[in-house]
């Protein structure tokens, strides 16, 4: 026993004033079976015999009464009675008691523990495994406590081990349980189960007794002394310091033991205080969930922690209170993240997995304060720790902005009293100012303050803080008001209705809609046309369905799906029947049998239609809603992948005639919806885009309704937020954009997501165009008006491209010149802009020019300033047009081949005068079979060269010439070009040299006449010494003139250094060297002695050149050591090797 202090789990004092042993009388105080003869749990028997009134009785009072209660009100009770009571309270069905002894209700994902949860593994399958193999044994109740050993069987690896185990139980649930296995786990052990469904079971085989207390009252004073004395006995090592202490504490008369009426009694059931929940280790969960969020991700802890969900929201739909207990324990630990308080202060954003726990968890939430089974009480408790929390500066924002008011319209309309607006009355359009709301406030809290003051009719729920912001007055066929009437007939709004299916709350559909539709179809007409005459708007619903928190479309969708598939919705309490998914019998009603609920829904459905047909149209309408785009990067992910998510469960579902009528229903709703459509002709500018809905509804209604598609997905290729807003009432545009504030442009962060679909719903159509001239045409408009990134366009234009030219049949020429028409689109949007892939673009435009015809590439160069820069018209254009590649794929004659060439031709000498710098190499190239084109080109490089052209483009453009047969044109342009250049002292690598090498060489092979008036070109402009003497030298070798006109060639003898124009040469090189030296000395380290030796000894080769060289070089010398005296060092050199 343990000490005073630590109380045992008693949870109530026992005592009985009352007490007669003569009712007592023939009764024995030992044990019995369970059940007595004939007494099954549940009453089942062979012979089916009916239950007798005091069962029937006390299964009810152990199902809602705490046992206190009941001894409180009968002073005394008969112990059949209270066998039979105590016999009911344990648990009768198994659902729960696996709830809390497995993972998840799959068995494909990974347990709490971290270990691959194979089905076999589950706490709950090896209770089954251990009972059915006979491990559990010495199973005892004493009143409302169950006790028993479970043995374990020995492995190859472990020895056999025998786990006690102990359980509590208090109408209907399992209270408290411990196990010698020492488990530490949120979920019950195997053995604890195992226990459990012995007594599920088998109660005929378990005895049963009344309370220890009661057995107390049966025994005389020696027999009590002889009960503690025998019990002291067996357990004396662990219980005697503790008997000795509360014997001391009882003689005591003033004791605080003695002060008070009765005594504990761990098996006498709960107290009339005491809160009826299952058993749950809310340490457990903490430290789980702790653990999970510490692994930041790894490990699987996402997943881990996305099972912990799945079992609240299990919970949930079993009406368990322990959901929201340990929600509230998941909640503290996401609060207490460390990662909250970095993140804020480092100013990123959460992952975004851990974005997606946060939406979980507020989406778990939203269902728990709208449960319309709880408690005034409890609501208020919720309210308060929602507060609690939203005021913690870490809770995260719902739209991942940390609570940055972005400019945004999402949340502009003031909701009632919040924003002191009255809700009959439209906004005025000066409130634009929207407010960000974090994960556990403005939608939790408002609701749970509201929804604690409604009535407790099902079908009269409603969600104030979501259907207020979505809904108006007027709202049309597509919007909240009269989509919650029309859509299947139920009076409640979307997310009211997938808050009851979600969380399995019962609420029968009651009422069916009828020709009130057409009334509000009447009033969406009337509106739209006032709207259009004024030209403007507001968006009506700023919190879509699509996107929402509680995925109001998706999860209908799927429930609608299920129960359509499902043929019984029997849910038994074994394993295999609770492997379900989670929208499975949502739509069936937790406290009824589920015979009963498919029978109630069923009712509801009208001849011809099916659940399947209801999920479908649900989805339509709920893609085609018109609503904000939300703030924030996570937010604006979330919308879309909801979008695809649900479209992609749209596509797993095949379409028969009944299907394919919805879907033309619902395009011609969403055509003509108006402001409520997101397909409608009044469009928000920052309205959520259709281009993947209308991509899936043009692909399944084009086999169908091929001119209904086309104006599906025509009508979605806007993109509002980038186009301009049309006037105030002009109605001569087809497609109105309306902005509230026209020269704001909003922060969309999946804007290129968006156009990439844009993208994509474009190519399919023209994919399903090809060889339709009329459609294409307008698909091609379509694309031009609505498409505004070059990238996507060229991508189209190539899709155009290859669908046109595919291997298998003759190229389309109708597509092929949309194709061209894109492409040409991209060449304007791009000429004036950087894009690192406007050469691939202008290469592909002259292939796709090329397959159209000779007359396209006529065109292209016609007008290729509003195409090509001049340095893409030759170099890439031109180029290509005149190769034997484009002649033969073209089967061009001489004719067409000329008239081309001369186009090309023309073009280059266009560009040439444009950009010559650029252009002038390729233009002389393009025309050397003309003439004059050729002459042509040759003035515009000469005209050019004194002004616009770089010694760089003239020495090219010489050694053209001069590679091309003519070497005065290439010495006058080298002439040109060394007017340009100037090279330092310093400038021994610069990569002009070997042009200048080369021009002073073919100025040598021309004569001693074009030597002579270059020489001084090139002492001009070059000042290093090693350049001007390795020139000097090159000079010095031949004779010149060996290349002179007329191809003679000449005899004459090497030229002299004493005499120009190699004198001239001479002195600049030694006044060279002469220069260098100096300049090198100002800086010389010592460590460049041995190089400055070197370059000395170069110089006075060059001195030795001239007739008197060496006198020069010796006073050269003499003058160094004179002024650089101070380097000794370095003079010691010098004299060592020079004198």
């Known amino acids: 026993m343990a000490e005073r ?165 208090d109408r209907c649930k399992i209270t408290s349980v411990t196990c010698g296995c020492g488990n530490k786990d949120i979920y019950y052990c195997a053995h604890v189960v195992a226990l459990s469904l012995y007594r599920v079971r088998r109660p005929e085989q378990v005895k049963l007794h009344l309370p220890i207390s009661e057995t107390l009252f049966q025994m005389n004073r020696d027999q009590l002394q002889k009960f503690v004395q025998y019990l002291i006995t067996v357990h004396h090592t662990e219980v005697l310091p503790t008997a000795q202490k509360l014997a001391d504490e009882i003689l005591s008369q003033n004791s605080e033991i003695n002060q008070v009426h009765g005594a504990p009694d761990p098996t006498a059931g709960a107290s009339v205080d005491d809160e009826n929940c299952w058993h749950l280790d809310e340490e457990q969960v903490q430290e789980q969930v702790k653990l999970f969020l510490s692994q930041g991700g790894y490990h699987g802890s996402g997943q881990q922690l996305n099972l912990l969900f799945s079992k609240v929201r299990e919970m949930l739909k079993m009406r368990d209170s322990n959901g929201a207990r340990m929600l509230t324990l998941i909640t503290e630990q996401f609060m207490a993240d460390p990662r909250l308080a970095l993140w804020r202060q480092q100013g990123t954003s959460m992952t975004d997995k851990y974005r997606q726990l946060w939406d979980e968890l507020g989406a778990l939430w939203m269902c728990i304060v709208l449960n319309p089974h709880c408690k005034a009480e409890q609501k208020a408790g919720w309210l308060r720790q929602l507060k609690k929390w939203n005021s913690v500066d870490v809770c995260p924002w719902e739209d991942g902005n940390h609570g940055n008011e972005l400019p945004n319209l999402t949340n502009a309309l003031p909701q009632g009293a919040h924003g002191n607006q009255d809700p009959g009355r439209p906004p005025p359009d000066g409130c634009l100012r929207g407010r960000s709301r974090r994960v556990t406030s403005t939608g939790r809290t408002a609701t749970c303050s509201t929804s604690s003051a409604r009535t407790s009719t099902p079908t009269t729920v409603t969600m104030t803080t979501l259907t207020a912001r979505s809904s108006t007055p007027a709202a049309g066929p597509c919007g909240t008001s009269t989509f919650r009437r029309r859509v299947h007939g139920w009076m409640l709004s979307v997310p009211t209705a997938t808050l009851e299916r979600h969380c399995g709350w019962p609420s029968p559909l009651s009422t069916r809609y009828g020709d009130n539709n057409r009334n509000s179809w009447s009033s969406s007409e009337t509106t739209k046309k006032d709207l259009l005459h004024k030209g403007i708007t507001s968006i009506t619903n700023p919190e879509g369905w699509v996107g929402h928190p509680l995925d109001p479309i998706g999860t209908l969708f799927s429930t609608l799906m299920e129960t359509g598939r499902e043929d019984d919705g029997d849910v038994s309490g074994s394993m295999g029947s609770i492997k379900c998914s989670e929208t499975t019998h949502l739509l069936s009603s937790s406290s009824s049998s589920s015979s009963s609920s498919s029978s109630s829904t069923l009712r509801f459905l009208e001849e011809g239609e099916s659940f399947v047909a209801l999920a479908v149209e649900t989805a339509l309408v709920g893609l085609g809603q018109q609503r904000s785009m939300p703030d924030g990067l996570y937010a604006q992910e979330k919308v879309c992948r909801n979008e695809e998510h649900l479209i992609a469960k749209l596509q797993e579902v095949e379409l028969d005639d009944t299907l394919v009528k919805i879907f033309r229903k619902q395009a011609v709703f969403l055509l003509e919806g108006g402001p409520y459509s997101g397909l409608g002709e009044l469009v928000y500018r920052e309205s959520v885009p259709m281009h993947t809905f209308a991509k899936y509804l043009f692909t399944s209604l084009l086999p169908h309704d091929a001119e209904l598609a086309y104006k599906i997905a025509l009508r979605a290729m806007r993109l509002p937020v980038l186009e301009s807003t049309a006037p105030s009432g002009d109605l001569s545009r087809h497609h109105h954009i309306v902005s509230v504030v026209p020269n704001r442009y909003p922060r969309w962060f999946t804007l290129s997501h968006i156009e990439s679909q844009q993208c994509e719903l474009a190519s399919t159509m023209l994919t399903a165009a090809k060889g339709d001239g009329r459609w294409l045409e307008t698909v091609l408009e379509s694309i031009q008006k609505n498409i505004h990134t070059s990238s996507h366009i060229f991508k189209l234009a190539q899709d155009a491209f290859k669908i046109a030219t595919l291997m298998d049949s003759l190229p389309d020429i109708t597509l092929l010149k949309v194709s061209l028409e894109l492409g040409l689109q991209v060449m304007r949007m791009t000429l004036s802009t950087l894009n690192w892939r406007r050469r691939e673009m202008v290469r592909w435009l002259v292939t796709c020019a090329t397959e159209v015809g000779v007359y396209a590439l006529d065109s292209i160069m016609q007008s290729w300033f509003t195409l090509f820069t001049p340095t893409e018209a030759t170099s890439i254009v031109a180029t290509t047009v005149m190769s034997n590649s484009t002649i033969v794929r073209l089967h061009l004659d001489c004719h067409q081949q000329e008239k081309l060439a001369g186009s090309a031709r023309t073009l280059a000498l266009q560009c040439a005068m444009k950009d010559p710098q650029n252009c002038a190499l390729s233009a002389l190239t393009l025309c050397e079979k003309d003439h004059i084109a050729f002459e042509t080109a040759y003035q515009i490089v000469l005209d050019a060269a004194t002004t616009g052209m770089s010694y760089t483009q003239l020495f090219t453009i010489a050694r053209y010439m001069e590679h091309r047969g003519y070497p005065m044109r290439a010495y006058k342009l080298a002439s040109l070009a060394m007017a340009h250049l100037n090279l330092s002292y310093n400038q021994d690598t610069h990569p002009a040299i070997n042009d200048v090498l080369w021009a002073c060489a073919l100025s040598h092979s021309l004569g001693k006449n074009e030597l002579a008036a270059i020489i001084p070109l090139v002492v001009k402009s070059v000042k290093c010494a090693t350049v001007l003497s390795d020139i000097l030298r090159r000079c010095t070798l031949t004779t010149p003139g060996m290349v002179a006109l007329h191809s003679r060639r000449n005899s004459g003898k090497l030229m002299s250094l004493d005499k120009a124009p190699l004198r001239q040469l001479l002195d600049a090189t030694i006044g060279a060297y002469i220069n260098t030296t100096h300049s090198r000395l100002t800086h010389i380290s010592p460590r460049h002695y041995s190089e400055f030796i070197e370059f000395l000894s170069k110089a006075r080769e060059t001195f030795l050149m001239a007739h008197d060289g060496h006198i020069q070089f010796t006073q050269f010398i003499d003058n160094l050591k004179q002024i650089y005296k101070g380097k000794k060092k370095l003079m010691m050199l010098v004299r060592e090797r020079f004198g």
């Not at 009143?143 to 472990?158: K, R």
Request: aromatic share 8%; net charge neutral; glycine share 10%.
């Open 5 to 169: 202090v630590q109380q045992p789990p008693a949870k109530r004092l026992c005592c009985r004033p009352g007490y007669n042993t003569a009712c007592r009388q023939g009764q024995r105080a030992g044990g019995t079976v369970c059940g007595g003869p004939g007494a099954g749990q549940g009453g089942s028997s062979k012979t089916q015999s009916p239950e007798s009134l005091l069962d029937i009785a006390a299964r009810k009072v152990a199902e809602k009464w705490p046992f206190q209660r009941v001894e409180e009100r009968f002073e005394r009770i008969p112990e059949p009675v209270q066998r039979r009571i105590v016999y009911w309270s344990f648990p009768r069905s198994e659902r729960e008691i696996c709830m809390y002894s497995s993972f998840n209700t799959g068995g494909d994902e990974t347990g709490a523990s971290g270990e691959n949860s194979d089905e076999t593994r589950l706490p709950f399958r090896r209770g089954i495994a251990l009972l059915e193999s006979g491990c559990v044994d010495n199973v005892l109740q004493v009143g409302f406590h169950l006790s028993g050993t479970v043995t374990e069987p020995a492995t190859p690896s472990e020895p056999e081990v025998v786990c006690s185990v102990a359980i509590s139980f």
